[in-house]
């Protein structure tokens, strides 16, 4: 499978928690095809804004708990929201962004399909389809854990949407699973 990348416009990752998505880009960046500058990830926002890419807030003590949760869903609106502005004023300057977040909900993706739209600018998504199997061991050794209740939630929201992402808009899709050979092009040119 050849995965295309646009020479401008928006790349937008779709998958759960440890499916790969800053691997893939982080690949990407060490094989030229994209600058490091090229991705806008939440993770990265989350510490720009807030010092920290992941809370958990699970504890036995519920104030303890709902404060934590609070604190983790205020630093993720804020990091957003300068996630939002970077894109946006990327693609106002015809830049590539690719857009390292989970993506599971259509508002989500929506949002970026009409911010491309908006500047005459392509948008392809990759989507990432790894068994939840897969992820939940992959949790185990990974710095920041998200934990398995949240994985657990996140592949159940996926697995109903997947269908239907081909169908938002997209100049491309791409599903990657890990038995898949790829190869991803980066145009020179405008199509
Ligand atoms: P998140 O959305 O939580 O940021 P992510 O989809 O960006 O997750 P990564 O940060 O790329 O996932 O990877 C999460 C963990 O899974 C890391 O410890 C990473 O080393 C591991 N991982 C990623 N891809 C693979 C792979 N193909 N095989 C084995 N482990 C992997």
Not at 73 to 99: G, P
Not at 101 to 110: F, G, N
Not at 127 to 151: A, C, F, H, Y
Request: hydrophobic letters at 35%; a positive charge.
């Amino acid at each position: 499978m050849n995965i295309v990348l646009p020479l401008t416009g928006i790349v937008l990752l779709v998958g759960p928690s440890n499916s790969g998505k800053s691997t893939f880009l982080k690949h990407l960046v060490e094989q030229g095809k994209i600058l490091p500058s090229e991705i806008v990830s939440s993770d990265e926002c989350r510490v720009l804004v807030g010092d920290t890419e992941f809370i958990d807030w699970h504890r036995r003590n519920k104030d303890e708990a709902d404060a934590l949760y609070n604190q983790y869903q205020t630093i993720s609106a804020e990091a957003f929201s300068l996630m939002d502005s970077l894109i946006e004023t990327r693609c106002r300057l015809n830049k590539l962004t690719c857009i390292d977040a989970t993506h599971l909900y259509p508002d989500d993706r929506k949002k970026y399909i009409n911010i491309a739209k908006k500047h005459h600018l392509p948008i392809v998504s990759i989507v990432l389809d790894i068994d939840q199997s897969e992820l939940l061991e992959r949790d185990k050794t990974r710095e920041n854990p998200r934990g398995n209740k949240r994985i657990k939630q996140q592949v159940y929201q996926f697995k109903k949407e997947k269908r239907y992402i081909k169908k938002e808009g997209y100049l491309a899709t791409y599903f990657i699973s890990e038995s898949k050979d790829m190869e991803v092009i980066r145009r020179t040119n405008h199509p």
